[in-house]
């Protein structure tokens, strides 16, 4: 049982260049989320799903694409990075999206973009 | 909308000794509040969680949290800190999993 996992680690784009992040995770999980991680800011939800073929807007949509084709995937995408999208990006899943079901976190992905 | 502030960037201690971080946090409602710890390369890991009931909430690894409505305050404590519980530490809030609100992080260092 591994969790959540994410890839990949490490990642060193140039401005304007395009990726995908891929989530996975084993626990069955309906919801699905994306953050990023700045520094003195915390977490910020980029997007979430609550189940396979739906996404939806968290607090920092903008520049961000998302699909989740498959219940235990959740890619997260760069159509043309941008240097303000360096950052940490964290992915979690859940149970149910109530405060009660509990986020399980991957390690991150640490990106870079020049 | 919710809000958390963490007043204390980063916090140093001697192992052995007590810590307290501090959370406040601004809501509307009936608050939703969370402790969660980063080690170093790691996910966020839930310590402890307060909803309703027990002003006083027990976590994992020996922390515990106290709600104080009057204050707006939700600090982590935990009476004798190891050389493993150096890590960050957010506070967040929130009404559901798509509606939390983080705080910015406690950093904290462990001496010997």
């Known amino acids: 049982n591994a969790g959540v996992t994410q890839t990949p680690k490490f990642r060193v784009l140039k401005t304007g260049q395009s990726m995908t992040l891929l989530c996975a995770q084993d626990?069955?999980?309906?919801?699905m989320y994306w953050y990023r991680q700045d520094p003195g800011m915390g977490l910020r939800l980029i997007h979430y799903?609550?189940?396979?073929?739906?996404?939806a807007k968290g607090e920092v949509p903008d520049g961000y694409n998302v699909s989740r084709l498959k219940k235990q995937n959740f890619l997260l995408g760069l159509e043309s990075a941008a240097p303000s999208q360096t950052s940490v990006y964290f992915c979690?899943?859940?149970?149910?999206?109530?405060?009660?079901?509990?986020?399980?976190f991957g390690p991150g992905t640490r990106l870079t973009v020049l | 909308a919710q809000s958390v502030t963490q007043p204390d960037i980063h916090i140093t201690v001697s192992e052995g000794a007590s810590l307290e971080l501090r959370c406040n946090y601004s809501?509307?409602?009936?608050?939703?509040l969370f402790w969660y710890v980063q080690s170093p390369g790691q996910g966020l890991q839930l310590l402890l969680k307060?909803?309703?009931?027990?002003?006083l909430v027990q976590g994992i690894k020996g922390f515990e949290a106290e709600f104080k409505r009057s204050q707006s305050s939700f600090n982590l404590r935990k009476p004798s800190v190891h050389w493993s519980d150096a890590a960050e530490y957010f506070c967040?809030?929130?009404?559901?999993?798509?509606?939390?609100?983080f705080g910015a992080g406690t950093r904290l260092t462990v001496k010997p």
């Open positions: 979690a899943s859940s149970y149910g999206g109530r405060a009660t079901d509990t986020q399980y």
């Open positions: 967040a809030v929130g009404a559901g999993n798509n509606d939390m609100r």
């Open positions: 626990m069955n999980h309906e919801y």
């Open positions: 307060y909803f309703s009931g027990d002003t």
């Open positions: 799903s609550v189940g396979e073929g739906t996404t």
């Open positions: 809501y509307g409602a009936t608050p939703y």
